[in-house]
T-cell receptor, first 114, second 112 residues
Framework: GEDVEQSLFLSVREGDSSVINCTYTDSSSTYLYWYKQEPGAGLQLLTYIFSNMDMKQDQRLTVLLNKKDKHLSLRIADTQTGDSAIYFCAERGFQRGGYQKVTFGTGTKLQVIP | DTEVTQTPKHLVMGMTNKKSLKCEQHMGHRAMYWYKQKAKKPPELMFVYSYEKLSINESVPSRFSPECPNSSLLNLHLHALQPEDSALYLC???????????FGPGTRLTVT
């Protein structure tokens, strides 16, 4: 089945860049997503990239996709304390019953040190 | 309006109670989802509704019963739950079954 892996924890200093990595196994992935979850809250869709793109930039966020290695990364420039949260990578893969299953990664907890 | 709302925010119920979780969106999305999320884990898909019809049931026990009264509303009826059902229940919606999903804030459920 599909598998999406992330490192569990990342700690950075305020003002530095953060890079959160994700690997996936489903070669039929069409879209890949990054979600942010703050404590006690739902998931906020941050950005997403189509599988035929290599890079997408959106303000402080840069997504890089290496489809050959099935590796996705999220770079946050000038990381702020408000960026502290759990970040989930997710991939949309095979179709079943008109629905393309979304598989979430294990989540990376980002801690920003002031 | 890009918001998915869920009520209640918190719910404590006994194992013999019957309660319902509610979810609403006014984005014109035609796919709606229920997820269950345990602490420090990713969300797990429970149900998918597409055009108000149940299209996916991920082998969820019958003590969870979803309902989609119209294209904007999604309910999850709960009956005879177990303590291990305590979790954050998230609702999401998307334009259709292939579009990005937008999540609500969740209902924190505790079963005593």
């Amino acid at each position: 089945g599909e598998d999406v892996e992330q490192s569990l924890f990342l700690s950075v200093r305020e003002g530095d860049s953060s890079v959160i990595n994700c690997t996936y196994t489903d070669s039929s992935s069409t879209y890949l997503y990054w979600y942010k979850q703050e404590p006690g809250a739902g998931l906020q869709l941050l950005t997403y990239i189509f599988s035929n793109m290599d890079m997408k930039q959106d303000q402080r966020l840069t997504v890089l996709l290496n489809k050959k290695d099935k590796h996705l990364s999220l770079r946050i420039a000038d990381t702020q304390t408000g960026d502290s949260a759990i970040y989930f990578c997710a991939e949309r893969g095979f179709q079943r019953g008109g629905y393309q299953k979304v598989t979430f990664g294990t989540g990376t907890k980002l801690q920003v040190i002031p | 309006d890009t918001e998915v709302t869920q009520t209640p925010k918190h719910l404590v119920m006994g194992m013999t109670n019957k309660k319902s979780l509610k979810c609403e969106q006014h984005m014109g999305h035609r796919a709606m989802y229920w997820y269950k999320q345990k602490a420090k884990k990713p969300p797990e898909l429970m149900f998918v509704y597409s055009y108000e019809k149940l299209s996916i049931n991920e082998s969820v026990p019958s003590r969870f019963s979803p309902e989609c009264p119209n294209s904007s509303l999604l309910n999850l009826h709960l009956h005879a739950l177990q303590p291990e059902d305590s979790a954050l229940y998230l609702c999401a919606s998307s334009q259709d079954g292939t579009a990005p999903q937008y999540f609500g804030p969740g209902t924190r459920l505790t079963v005593t």
